[in-house]
C-alpha cells in the first residue's frame, strides 16, 4: 500500500508538471517555486453571501445545539469593549449592562481554505468546514454537520501546539455593521465573521505509542459545554478526531451523534502535511 501511494503521488506530480508545460508558462524563478504537494500555504475563504439571512436565536438554540450562544455573545461584546476585566465576578457584572438591538443574525453554513498550485497558480480547495443542521432534501432528512477545527487563540505560531486548541464549529455568523455603533466603542475593530463553538480540553503531550493527543469536551463545574465566540480567521483548519472506543464501541455511537456522546478522543496527526507541520515543530 505504500508503494502504491508513493507512485500515485509521483504520477500526480507529473501530471501537474506536464500540465504547466502545456500551458507555456515561463519558468518560475528558483527562488518562489515550491514542488507540488509540498506548498502549505493556505487562505480562509468564505462566501460573500450568508446561507440564511436571518436566524432567531431560538433556532440556534434548537437547530445548531448552540444553548448558551447569547451569554457567549455578550462576553464576547463585553470583552471587546473592556479588555482590561481581570475577574469572573466584573465579567459577569458588564454581562447585564449589555442589551440585544436584534433577534436574528445571518448565518453561514460552510467556510474554506483555498490553496494556490506552486506551478499552474491555479486554486483549488484544500479543506472546508461545515456548520450546518439536519435539513430535509427530496427523499430523507440529511443529519446535522458541525466539524470541528483547530484554532489559534491568538498566540499560537507556525509549529508547535502551544496557542492551539480544538473547538466544534456551531455557528457560523455576522453581527451587521450598522449594530455595531450600538454594541461596540469606537476604537473596537469588530471582526467581519465570528463563530461560535465548543471547545476542548489542551493538547498536552502527545501518546507515546501513536503520537496522537487525547482530549475531552471542555467543561464547566456543573458539566456543561465551555462555549465561546471567536473571529473565523482564528480558524487554522479541519481536525480529525477518533473515538476513544474502549473495549467495546457502544453501538448508539453513530457519525451523527458520537461527537455528542463519547467522553474522550484522539486528535488523529496524520491526516496530511499541513496538520503535522502545524502541531509538531522542528524538534519534536
Not at 481554505?113 to 480547495?125: A, C, E, I, K
Not at 505560531?157 to 456551531?170: A, S
Not at 467495546?248 to 456522546?261: C, F, K, M, Q
Amino acid at each position: 500500500m505504500t508503494v502504491w501511494l508513493h507512485r500515485k503521488e509521483k504520477i500526480l506530480r507529473h501530471a501537474q508538471y506536464i500540465e504547466w508545460r502545456l500551458a507555456g508558462s515561463p519558468l518560475p524563478e528558483l527562488v518562489d517555486w515550491i514542488p507540488p504537494g509540498l506548498d502549505m500555504h493556505r487562505e480562509l475563504s468564505i462566501s460573500k453571501f450568508p446561507t440564511a439571512r436571518a436566524i432567531t436565536f431560538n433556532q440556534l438554540e434548537q437547530d445548531f445545539g448552540a444553548t448558551f450562544f447569547i451569554v457567549a455573545l455578550r462576553r464576547f461584546i463585553s470583552l471587546a469593549n473592556n479588555p482590561n476585566l481581570t475577574t469572573e465576578r466584573q465579567l459577569d457584572t458588564s454581562l447585564w449592562n449589555i442589551h440585544f438591538p436584534f433577534r436574528a443574525l445571518p448565518v453561514w453554513h460552510s467556510i474554506k481554505f483555498r490553496r494556490s498550485d506552486p506551478v499552474t497558480r491555479q486554486l483549488s480547495t484544500a479543506d472546508s468546514i461545515h456548520a450546518r443542521p439536519a435539513r430535509r432534501d427530496k427523499q430523507k432528512i440529511q443529519p446535522s454537520r458541525f466539524d470541528t477545527a483547530l484554532i489559534n487563540d491568538g498566540t499560537g505560531k507556525d509549529y508547535g501546539v502551544k496557542g492551539y486548541r480544538v473547538g466544534r464549529i456551531r455557528v457560523i455568523f455576522s453581527i451587521p455593521n450598522w449594530y455595531h455603533q450600538m454594541l461596540f466603542k469606537v476604537s473596537v475593530s469588530v471582526p467581519q465573521h465570528l463563530a461560535y463553538v465548543e471547545l476542548f480540553t489542551k493538547l498536552d503531550t502527545p501518546d507515546p505509542n501513536h503520537g496522537m493527543f487525547k482530549i475531552s469536551p471542555w467543561k464547566d463545574q456543573d458539566g456543561g459545554r465551555i462555549c465561546s465566540i471567536i473571529p473565523i480567521a482564528n480558524i487554522c483548519r479541519s481536525v480529525h478526531l477518533i473515538p476513544k472506543f474502549g473495549p467495546i464501541a457502544p453501538p448508539e455511537w453513530t457519525t451523527s451523534n458520537v461527537l455528542d456522546l463519547c467522553p474522550t478522543f484522539f486528535v488523529n496527526v496524520y491526516t496530511d502535511r499541513h496538520l503535522f507541520r502545524t502541531l509538531f515543530d522542528a524538534d519534536t
